[in-house]
């Protein structure tokens, strides 16, 4: 950024947003993500660079009468957050003027350094001056949301209000046209949207609506007890763009006839340092064909748009018709019967027409998969429509001519396995697909405590740990007494036997419901994708006592190498060592799914119990 500018040069027809203008965005921007009323007035945060965009956004919100910013979402105040990234000579007090501007409109501001030495997602550690990277922009991203998600986090803020415009829209989708996206990625930006790069940040990401304090049954507090039901999380941030249906023009028009100034950064005009400032150089200094001008792509991004909602609610319509047997979050597996496609009697004389018509279901069809495969999957993107076809022709054959042989099928590191059965539809068990060899098992290590000699003297911490992320679909937290290293990794089949022992000498049937819940929701293979609870000692002659026990031999406290840790629970089944909760304690919670597709499940486990238990009053 450099210093406050005069007013710019702007199209003589561009006129300032209206406060009604701004509220009407603002609320449809809203009702895109939430239509139940909150019950009590939040903050919400801007991102503000201090550029004409944002400072455009913060003072229409300033202007905009507080409680009624939206019907569904009273707001009780704004709070700008600057990021200084700390790349220029004087940053840092740039980003001070900004907040000093922003006070005189009645919004606090406030900055934030940039961390550049944390381990981000998909990234190493950042050594020497961020500016030699040779991906700065992609981790200034990186840096930036990750910043603003830990201070929403901090400040119980779920609403980030960015300063997208329609200039920015136009630029996204021309560029994604110039690399040859198909229509789903010519959409453009969303009005609302989950925060990205923060997908390992609990609270932040998709997670942390979950009261701690107010859990159901599982667990009692964490501890190991029924698998079910368990809890699955929901919350986090979400970034609402406001503004994406106004022009620039219009933004600096804003700011210009309300006196607010902005702060320029000279590295936008480097047309050589970003693919978006190549892409404003070359809008400046040229004239594109009509087809590539911004009436045109804004256009075409609303096509695209339309139709991908258009599809989105048709495959919507067949999971309305799919028969949900069982979803298992204590598994991560799940159990569906598909419906299948007909096409209409009317395309049956025009092979072109029902050609088009069969490749439409295909897509429907692919979008039906893609939902089912994010239920399971650890993987945070999913396989793009166009690499579903084999899948789609095991799942749904009346679409294909010729069909390959019923089998099972591995893809984006889920596993779809029919289940077979004479006079019977297929139905399909689906599950994160088993652990490969050459690939490092997924792992959460929690460092060791000194606790000393005494037992006696290990008391339980009075906090949790913090929440983590395990194979991206758990998140899991831990507390503990005891001297060794505790980690969460997948169940391994050479500690099966022998954590089978020592639940038989538990006396209460344990080792019987373990058998019983495996082979229902994890058989074969699925059962050492689950998540487990080892430790890196022999944890015995600890459990032999009351919990408080006596001296402890030396020779028990010495940890052990990785390979002969000792499994002691499989929190996800409430199964554990006799004994073991009162050194131990692990929660879970599974990763978010899509409410749509919750409730459907859940309403098909709740007519199964219906039918149930009027078959008993019979």
Request: glycine share 8%; net charge positive; with cysteine.
């Amino acid at each position: 950024m450099a210093t406050a500018t005069a007013p710019r040069v702007f199209h003589h027809s561009a006129r300032a947003i209206t406060a009604h203008e701004f509220l009407d965005a603002v609320n449809s921007a809203f009702r895109v993500r939430s239509a139940q009323p909150q019950p009590q007035s939040l903050p919400v945060a801007l991102a503000v660079s201090g550029g004409v965009d944002s400072m455009a956004l913060a003072f229409l919100c300033s202007s905009a009468q507080k409680g009624k910013l939206a019907s569904n979402r009273p707001v009780s105040e704004f709070r700008a957050v600057v990021i200084d990234h700390g790349l220029r000579e004087g940053s840092a007090e740039e980003a001070s003027k900004v907040c000093r501007v922003l006070e005189t409109m009645g919004v606090s501001g406030r900055v934030l350094q940039a961390r550049w030495d944390e381990k981000m997602v998909g990234s190493k550690h950042v050594t020497g001056s961020p500016n030699e990277l040779p991906n700065m922009e992609t981790m200034a991203r990186q840096v930036r949301y990750r910043a603003l998600g830990r201070y929403c986090r901090g400040e119980r803020i779920t609403s980030l209000l960015a300063a997208h415009h329609e200039d920015d829209q136009y630029e996204t989708v021309l560029m994604r046209l110039l690399s040859g996206h198909g229509y789903r990625g010519l959409q453009g930006m969303r009005a609302a949207t989950d925060i990205p790069e923060c997908y390992d940040l609990h609270g932040i990401y998709q997670s942390g609506a979950v009261d701690s304090d107010q859990l159901g049954d599982y667990g009692g507090k964490g501890r190991f007890a029924s698998p079910m039901p368990m809890d699955i999380e929901d919350g986090g941030v979400t970034i609402y763009r406001p503004l994406l249906h106004f022009s620039k023009e219009r933004l600096i028009a804003t700011c210009v006839e309300n006196g607010i100034p902005w702060f320029e950064d000279h590295t936008n005009a480097d047309s050589t340092l970003t693919m978006r400032n190549a892409v404003r150089h070359m809008l400046r200094k040229h004239t594109l064909p009509v087809a590539l001008r911004k009436p045109a792509v804004l256009q075409l991004a609303a096509r695209c748009k339309a139709r991908v909602v258009s599809e989105e609610a048709e495959a919507d319509r067949v999971l309305n018709r799919a028969i949900f047997h069982f979803f298992e979050p204590s598994a991560g597996t799940l159990l569906v019967e598909m419906p299948s496609f007909t096409v209409p009697k009317l395309f049956a004389r025009s092979a072109l027409r029902r050609e088009r018509r069969i490749e439409h279901y295909r897509c429907v069809a692919a979008l039906v998969i893609r939902k089912l495969l994010s239920v399971v999957t650890p993987e945070r993107d999913l396989t793009p429509v166009g690499g579903l076809d084999y899948l789609i022709s095991l799942m749904f054959p009346s679409l294909f001519q010729q069909n390959p042989p019923l089998k099972p099928y591995v893809i984006c590191s889920a596993h779809f396995i029919p289940q077979i059965s004479p006079g019977k539809p297929v139905r399909w068990f689906i599950t994160r697909a088993p652990h490969v060899s050459n690939i490092p098992r997924p792992a959460i290590d929690f460092p060791k405590l000194d606790l000393g000699q005494d037992p006696c003297g290990w008391e339980m911490p009075d906090r949790w740990g913090p929440w983590r992320m395990f194979d991206g679909r758990y998140w899991v937290r831990v507390r503990h007494r005891l001297p060794f290293g505790v980690r969460i990794a997948p169940f391994e089949k050479h500690h099966q036997k022998a954590f089978r022992e020592a639940l038989k000498g538990q006396g209460e049937g344990e080792a019987e419901k373990l058998a019983a819940l495996l082979k229902r929701f994890a058989p074969a293979k699925v059962r050492y994708t689950l998540p487990a609870v080892y430790v890196t000692g022999d944890v015995r002659g600890l459990l032999s006592g009351d919990g408080k026990g006596a001296l402890i031999p030396e020779r028990i406290l010495e940890e052990v190498e990785v390979e002969e840790m000792q499994l002691v629970g499989l929190p996800t089944l409430g199964i554990g060592l006799p004994g073991i909760d009162q050194w131990l304690m692990c929660e879970v919670r599974y990763r978010r799914v899509e409410g749509g597709l919750l409730r459907r499940m859940a309403v098909r486990e709740g007519s199964k119990q219906h039918k149930m238990g009027k078959r008993k009053q019979r």
